[in-house]
């Protein structure tokens, strides 16, 4: 089995996989001070509880936008797993040529979400990703990365105006009732859910105006479900884009692929 591992800002998620089907998905909080040790422990009693053997998980690998957990997540799946795990970074064989102006600064989870996009797509595509920033990616007809859009995340966001507007207070991000917010809570979350609809549709249009070519639009991250059916650009929310990324750069790299498996090599943390 595969364990795949994906760092970000905020959470961490851990799947394991048998082949192209993912079998468990468990997360945990992306805690800088936890050591290795400790995430080694978290992680096994997290897939014990689903019936995972430690011993079942034959290889590993690990995307990162955390360079102070990327360090931590290579040992805890040497200690936890006795693995040498392949970092997404320079040097890994993506498939997928980086048109970026430095493609070291692109974050690794925007690459992975990239390759395991133009899989699916086929083609153009856009890459709407609800995490801690709200990325967009662009990957042209020929599976080329291209680039793309950073604003600030959907959480990031709310918390700014519940911090600086002294009368107004957190609440939680939902569906209101209706556009139209007739009291401070309703109106908090319709401008929260529905700005962020209307930022994903203009920014999805001027980018396709951009571009010039027909670009499918995929969403993933933690909001994508909320926001995405407010939407009129996004078809496609996968909860499990990263994950598959992931498999398909692993299977990319795996021994007997004509690659050596890099560990250890680093890729950029923009996002």
């Not at 809570?185 to 700005?195: D, P, T």
Request: net charge neutral; glycine share 12%.
């Amino acid at each position: 089995m595969l364990l795949v591992v994906d760092v970000g800002n905020t959470n961490i998620s851990f799947g394991v996989l048998e082949g192209t089907k993912l079998l468990h998905h468990v997360r945990s909080e992306s805690a800088r001070a936890r050591t290795a040790d400790e995430y080694a422990v978290l992680v096994r009693q997290m897939l014990a509880l689903r019936g995972v053997d430690p011993d079942g998980i034959d290889s590993a690998i690990i995307a990162s936008v955390v360079p102070t957990l990327t360090d931590t997540m290579v040992e805890l799946v040497r200690r936890a797993f006795r693995r040498e795990p392949v970092v997404v970074g320079p040097g890994i064989r993506t498939g997928m040529p980086i048109l970026y102006e430095n493609p070291r600064e692109v974050g690794a989870d925007r690459i992975v979400n990239a390759v395991a996009a133009y899989e699916w797509a086929k083609g153009g595509v856009i890459v709407v990703d609800f995490g801690t920033a709200t990325t967009f990616d662009c990957v042209t007809p020929k599976g080329e990365y291209l680039g793309g859009v950073i604003t600030p995340g959907v959480q990031i966001s709310a918390e700014a105006l519940f911090s600086r507007a002294a009368r107004l207070h957190r609440v939680e991000i939902t569906l209101p009732p209706r556009v139209v917010g007739r009291n401070p809570v309703h109106s908090m979350q319709s401008g929260i859910v529905y700005g962020y609809a209307g930022l994903v549709d203009g920014l999805s249009t001027r980018l396709k105006r951009e571009l010039g070519y027909p670009c499918r639009v995929v969403a993933t991250g933690g909001l994508a479900r909320l926001i995405a059916p407010l939407t009129e650009s996004i078809e496609e929310v996968d909860d499990d884009l990263t994950l598959t990324g992931l498999r398909l750069l692993y299977e990319r790299n795996a021994p007997g692929t004509g690659s050596t498996p890099p560990s250890g090599a680093r890729g950029g943390s923009e996002a």
